[in-house]
């Protein structure tokens, strides 16, 4: 989950939220490739030229489409400009000693186009207005459809037309724009003026809207008359997803009450946000830190591995059992085939089984562990908490007097406690939020059962929840059970 769909979409790298969203943003874009580089069915340049394309949002795929040639004189330096002759907009560029250039031009649908190649590097004024500068020599300029990869019947042209979404454009015709889009430039003002204005309309859609009336300040009753019954919550986010980015569920996390970011002493001072504090016995034992800003020094809402920034320890290996403990689950192979995703060949008494090995990077680039789940079962020897957060409190506001008692859940069922006795009773309703630690360098969701690993990532989060929703949203397992929940990993809990 996360929240801030506006963060949720300039950050993920999920393929189709890029396509159907940032590249209608920042495009249509107009670039050049060295046609040496392209197979035949792709270009219709010769070697020597530059294949002029757009690329540019069909639905949520990104599509890109030769438009054009330009000429190529080795590495000689050229500045392009491409004005947008319907409303008057130019971008421009200097092309790479490659003869590579990508510029997004704000553009409707059908506008007319035309590129100016100047001799030389930075032939403008300023890289705004993309003016040519006084006595700037024009090498070339191209103002209509070059050669098209469709060469079917239903193109006019001999030479063959340019087919995107069903319409053509025949080699000859005026150049035109064949889809929309805004060419916002990046880290520009512009830019998040409009990712602002998005946000606003998109407010009244976005779960981080609605995450403080689950429980914090529950909405009216329309049906019943009344304030709602708070509702239950648990927040499973994944440690370094960069799919729903890890810093947008943290985000919801927030939102909902679960991951406190004001100081116990601040509870006092703003009381209309004591709901947000943290407890002086979380505070104490974090070291005197409220749970957001754990989570930003350990740069869990970061998230990016290859960052290296807490580097595992000495004996970080695959989360799996060792070969003589778990034959029966692993498919046997030969040095060619036979092993999925990240699994290697290997030999134990001349048969061969699949096995997984980490990488040294994938060791050194490993995420941090805030929670800390397995309690050390995993073999990741990644650093964690002294003190792991799994964070859950009653699922109702709190006053500035009442913050021990609103956070008993996790006060406790506080981590590494020896018995089970005493810990939380499960017998009102929660919020809570935890960032499950999948693998080093991160994960979006947890998956299938996987009997093979040392901990059952997948078994556990999914008893887990299931648990929470059968008991109405009552039972964070970790902290009724501190001492006994890996049996969540392993399906013999009692319930």
């Given at each position: 989950?996360g929240?801030?769909l506006?963060?949720?979409?300039?950050?993920?790298?999920?393929r189709?939220?890029?396509?159907?969203?940032?590249?209608?943003t920042?495009?249509?874009?107009?670039?050049?490739?060295?046609?040496?580089?392209?197979?035949?069915?792709?270009?219709?340049?010769?070697?020597d030229?530059?294949?002029?394309?757009?690329?540019?949002?069909?639905?949520?795929?990104?599509?890109?489409?030769?438009?054009?040639?330009?000429?190529?004189?080795?590495?000689?330096?050229?500045?392009?400009?491409?004005?947008n002759?319907?409303?008057?907009?130019?971008?421009?560029?200097?092309?790479?000693?490659?003869?590579?250039?990508?510029?997004?031009?704000?553009?409707?649908?059908?506008d007319?186009?035309?590129?100016?190649f100047?001799?030389?590097?930075?032939?403008?004024t300023?890289?705004?207005?993309?003016?040519?500068?006084?006595?700037?020599?024009?090498?070339?300029?191209?103002?209509?459809?070059g050669?098209?990869?469709?060469?079917?019947?239903?193109c006019?042209?001999?030479?063959?037309?340019?087919l995107?979404?069903?319409?053509?454009?025949?080699?000859?015709?005026?150049?035109?724009?064949?889809?929309?889009?805004?060419?916002?430039?990046?880290?520009?003002?512009?830019?998040?003026?409009?990712?602002?204005?998005?946000?606003?309309?998109?407010?009244?859609?976005?779960?981080?809207?609605?995450?403080?009336?689950?429980?914090?300040?529950?909405?009216?009753?329309?049906r019943?008359?009344?304030?709602?019954?708070?509702?239950?919550?648990?927040?499973i986010?994944?440690?370094?997803?960069?799919?729903?980015?890890?810093?947008?569920?943290?985000?919801?996390?927030?939102?909902?009450g679960?991951?406190?970011?004001?100081?116990?002493?601040?509870?006092?001072?703003?009381?209309?946000?004591?709901?947000?504090?943290?407890?002086?016995?979380?505070?104490?034992?974090?070291?005197?830190?409220?749970?957001?800003?754990v989570?930003?020094?350990r740069?869990?809402?970061?998230?990016?591995?290859?960052?290296?920034?807490?580097?595992a320890?000495?004996?970080?290996?695959?989360?799996?059992?060792?070969?003589?403990a778990?034959?029966?689950?692993?498919?046997?192979?030969?040095?060619?085939?036979?092993?999925?995703?990240?699994?290697?060949?290997?030999d134990?008494?001349?048969?061969?089984?699949?096995?997984?090995?980490?990488?040294k990077a994938?060791?050194?680039?490993?995420?941090?562990?805030?929670?800390?789940?397995?309690?050390?079962?995993?073999?990741?020897?990644?650093?964690?908490?002294?003190?792991?957060?799994?964070?859950?409190?009653?699922?109702?506001?709190?006053?500035?007097?009442?913050?021990?008692?609103?956070?008993?859940p996790?006060?406790?069922?506080?981590?590494r406690?020896?018995?089970?006795?005493?810990?939380?009773?499960a017998?009102?309703?929660?919020?809570a939020?935890t960032?499950?630690?999948?693998?080093?360098?991160?994960?979006?969701?947890?998956?299938?059962?996987?009997?093979?690993?040392?901990?059952?990532n997948?078994?556990?989060?999914a008893?887990?929840a299931?648990?929470?929703?059968?008991?109405?949203?009552?039972?964070?397992y970790?902290l009724?059970?501190?001492?006994?929940?890996?049996?969540?990993?392993?399906?013999?809990?009692a319930?």
């Amino acid at each position: 989950p996360g929240g801030g769909l506006t963060d949720v979409i300039v950050r993920s790298n999920e393929r189709e939220v890029v396509n159907a969203s940032v590249l209608r943003t920042l495009g249509p874009l107009v670039v050049s490739v060295p046609a040496s580089g392209l197979s035949q069915k792709s270009t219709r340049c010769a070697a020597d030229e530059l294949s002029l394309r757009f690329v540019m949002t069909s639905v949520n795929k990104a599509r890109e489409q030769e438009f054009a040639c330009a000429p190529r004189d080795g590495d000689r330096p050229m500045t392009v400009i491409v004005h947008n002759e319907a409303n008057g907009e130019r971008r421009c560029a200097t092309l790479t000693k490659e003869g590579r250039f990508r510029v997004g031009v704000p553009a409707t649908r059908g506008d007319y186009l035309t590129l100016t190649f100047l001799d030389g590097a930075h032939q403008v004024t300023d890289y705004g207005a993309c003016q040519p500068v006084a006595g700037a020599t024009v090498r070339q300029f191209i103002e209509r459809f070059g050669k098209g990869l469709d060469t079917s019947d239903a193109c006019p042209s001999a030479d063959g037309c340019l087919l995107f979404e069903g319409e053509r454009w025949a080699a000859g015709d005026y150049l035109r724009f064949p889809a929309d889009g805004l060419g916002l430039r990046r880290g520009s003002p512009d830019l998040r003026r409009f990712l602002q204005l998005t946000q606003t309309a998109l407010d009244p859609a976005d779960p981080i809207s609605f995450a403080p009336k689950y429980a914090m300040s529950p909405i009216t009753d329309a049906r019943r008359g009344g304030l709602a019954s708070p509702r239950g919550l648990m927040v499973i986010a994944e440690a370094g997803d960069q799919t729903v980015p890890i810093s947008t569920g943290v985000a919801l996390g927030r939102a909902a009450g679960a991951v406190p970011f004001f100081r116990p002493d601040q509870a006092a001072r703003f009381p209309e946000w004591a709901s947000y504090a943290t407890p002086g016995a979380l505070f104490d034992a974090l070291g005197g830190r409220t749970p957001n800003r754990v989570l930003i020094e350990r740069h869990v809402v970061e998230g990016v591995a290859h960052l290296a920034r807490h580097p595992a320890g000495p004996s970080c290996r695959a989360n799996e059992l060792p070969v003589d403990a778990s034959p029966a689950c692993r498919p046997r192979c030969d040095a060619s085939s036979g092993c999925f995703g990240d699994q290697r060949c290997g030999d134990k008494s001349h048969d061969s089984f699949c096995t997984t090995t980490l990488s040294k990077a994938t060791c050194d680039e490993a995420l941090f562990d805030v929670d800390d789940l397995d309690e050390g079962a995993q073999p990741f020897d990644e650093q964690r908490l002294t003190t792991p957060l799994r964070l859950a409190r009653r699922a109702r506001a709190a006053a500035p007097s009442e913050l021990e008692e609103v956070w008993a859940p996790r006060l406790l069922g506080a981590p590494r406690r020896a018995s089970d006795q005493g810990a939380w009773s499960a017998d009102e309703r929660v919020v809570a939020f935890t960032a499950a630690y999948i693998r080093p360098e991160g994960q979006h969701a947890f998956y299938n059962p996987a009997p093979c690993q040392a901990w059952d990532n997948a078994t556990y989060l999914a008893n887990l929840a299931a648990r929470f929703v059968g008991t109405g949203g009552r039972d964070v397992y970790y902290l009724s059970h501190p001492a006994s929940h890996g049996c969540l990993a392993r399906g013999t809990c009692a319930f």
